[in-house]
């Protein structure tokens, strides 16, 4: 079975990483078993990285180490070359993400909102 080429929100992946027993349990397990083909950039991981360097998340450089090897040899590595114009958010409370950038044209990668049961 080919599996799903998926763009993974970062809140969604936090959850899935920071807490194994959670929700989204089924998610790290996905990735794992090749449901999922998870789709990273530079920009992506780049925040990431930075979001797990959250003082509230209290990890230290080996729990994000270990983290980021649980998820990063699993992925694709992509490179956005030109990315799509996206509308401005309307929503300022919200930082302004574009995950449309990590998609090539023809990827049709998938980006899960709300996560909603396991596969």
């Known amino acids: 079975m080919t ?8 809140n969604v992946l ?3 990483l920071l807490f194994p027993t ?4 089924w998610l790290r397990d996905a990735w794992r078993s090749a449901a999922i083909l998870p789709l990273a950039s530079r920009d992506t ?3 990431l990285v ?3 360097c959250y003082p509230k998340f209290r ?3 080996g729990e994000r180490e270990d983290l980021l090897a649980d ?7 992509i490179s956005v070359v030109d990315p799509p114009q996206v509308p401005e958010c309307r929503d300022p409370t919200r930082e302004r993400r574009r995950l449309s950038r990590v998609a090539r044209p023809g990827a049709q990668p998938r980006v899960p909102a709300r996560v909603v049961g396991p596969w």
């Not at 599996?3 to 970062?10: A, F, G, I, S, Y």
């Not at 959670?22 to 349990?25: A, D, H, K, Y």
């Open 3 to 10: 599996p799903v080429r998926t763009v993974l929100d970062t």
């Open 14 to 16: 936090l959850s899935a």
């Open 22 to 25: 959670g929700m989204v349990r």
């Open 45 to 47: 991981v780049s925040e």
């Open 50 to 52: 930075r979001v797990l």
């Open 59 to 61: 990890l230290t450089d």
């Open 71 to 77: 998820y990063l040899p699993f992925c694709e590595s």
